[in-house]
């Protein structure tokens, strides 16, 4: 549910892999939106959800109830066919449906089973959940990011979900890998926390080093000086500035009209200017806050500095350069029509691979599942229907 195995799973099946995605009408996933009220339900909302849409692509959705012998027995036979099977609930939730990998190894000596729970099997924490915010804290990375003088600063981003699903994909391909070399399966625990740590680690060895608390930069950079974010004329308008080596920051004294900066043998190494680095930084925003971002960039770049527009959100869909890339491809689905979505990220040639089909709908492809895979009947798969094993609307909270 939601971002992690979503986006671990959507990976595979934009690499040409057939996902099947499990949800129940009872608990479907939470990013399809988490209201249950009768107004939201009976609307059908929760096919509305952009998240869901783009995380969900080029899979096939079923719906089971678990928690019912014949829905579990299905999920079961499904398991026998799968090369791979891939959650990313607390640790307990499966075995506790009877889908633990004591379980499936044994109908399945092959299966590449991948779980991904927030602190791991074995982990003191292992009945902790979490969410991507809450890896962030546990992996410390907040405490070295935010300006020297301020607290600790959190990205609001949650992007520890994306860090998890991108490790567990590369785990779940190295196990194929494995599975088909030695024709054993392989159960992949995969604690999520420890995918953020990478991001702290320059900071803990300087600590193991020095034995002092990493110094926070900010906007700022230990190597590239100057290096930050400015404003630019018009609300809420930024761009990033960057000075990489010793000709590119004299090339940005002389356009923001600081010739003496340029010239002065003192402040060639980029070791010598962070004495002055707010001086420098008060003079460059004097020159971009007189311009839009676009043509504060346009301007840097035509110099060859480094520079580049923060874009808003919304913005990003303009984005001359994302789409000159073909980052976006427009697909169509039931109930929101056509709407843009971020491409694959791998390219053939020039162009990236093309999105084959749009996120199903909530039990979109029961029946094609159970007849093509499993052999049911028309008869069997709407006697599974009338039991409410399967269904193709979410259940809502009644009074």
Not at 39 to 54: G, K, N, S
Not at 78 to 91: E, P, T, W
Not at 137 to 150: K, W
Request: hydrophobic share 45%.
């Amino acid at each position: 549910m939601g971002w992690a195995g979503p986006l671990c799973t959507r990976t595979l099946a934009d690499l040409g892999a057939d996902v099947i995605k499990i949800e129940s009408t009872q608990y479907p996933d939470w990013w399809r939106g988490v209201d249950r009220r009768p107004a939201y339900v009976d609307a059908q909302m929760y096919e509305r959800a952009q998240a869901f849409c783009i995380m969900n692509r080029n899979k096939r959705g079923i719906t089971l109830d678990l928690t019912q012998p014949q829905g579990l027995a299905l999920a079961k036979r499904l398991l026998v066919r799968a090369d791979v099977v891939v959650d990313n609930y607390s640790v307990d939730v499966l075995p506790k449906l009877g889908l633990g990998y004591d379980v499936l190894r044994t109908l399945n000596p092959r299966l590449v089973m991948l779980s991904m729970s927030a602190f791991g099997a074995k982990s003191l924490y292992r009945d902790c959940r979490a969410y991507g915010s809450t890896l962030e804290q546990g992996s410390g990375l907040p405490n070295v990011v935010g300006n020297m003088d301020g607290p600790p600063v959190m990205s609001h981003v949650a992007f520890g979900d994306a860090v998890g699903g991108l490790n567990g994909c590369a785990a779940v391909l190295v196990a194929l890998f494995h599975a088909r070399n030695t024709g054993l399966a392989q159960f992949i625990d995969l604690a999520q926390i420890e995918c953020m740590m990478p991001f702290a680690a320059p900071w803990i060895t300087v600590h193991s080093i020095s034995g002092m608390p990493p110094p926070r930069y900010g906007n700022r950079h230990p190597q590239f000086v100057p290096h930050g974010c400015f404003r630019c004329a018009g609300e809420d308008s930024w761009v990033m500035v960057a000075a990489s080596d010793e000709d590119m920051w004299q090339r940005l004294a002389i356009l923001i009209g600081r010739s003496d900066w340029a010239i002065d043998a003192s402040l060639r190494s980029a070791e010598a200017r962070p004495g002055i680095e707010d001086e420098m930084e008060r003079a460059i925003e004097a020159w971009t806050i007189t311009r839009d971002a676009d043509q504060a960039m346009s301007e840097l770049q035509a110099e060859r500095i480094a520079a580049g527009v923060a874009r808003q959100p919304t913005d990003l869909l303009e984005d001359p350069h994302l789409r000159s890339r073909a980052f976006f491809q427009d697909i169509e689905r039931a109930f929101i029509g056509m709407h843009p979505q971020p491409s694959i990220p791998i390219r053939d040639v020039s162009l990236p691979f093309a999105i084959r089909t749009a996120a199903p709908t909530l039990g979109e492809h029961n029946s094609e599942i159970l007849s093509e895979l499993l052999g049911l009947s028309e008869t069997e798969i709407a006697q599974l229907a009338l039991e409410g094993i399967i269904g193709t609307s979410m259940v809502s909270e009644r009074n």
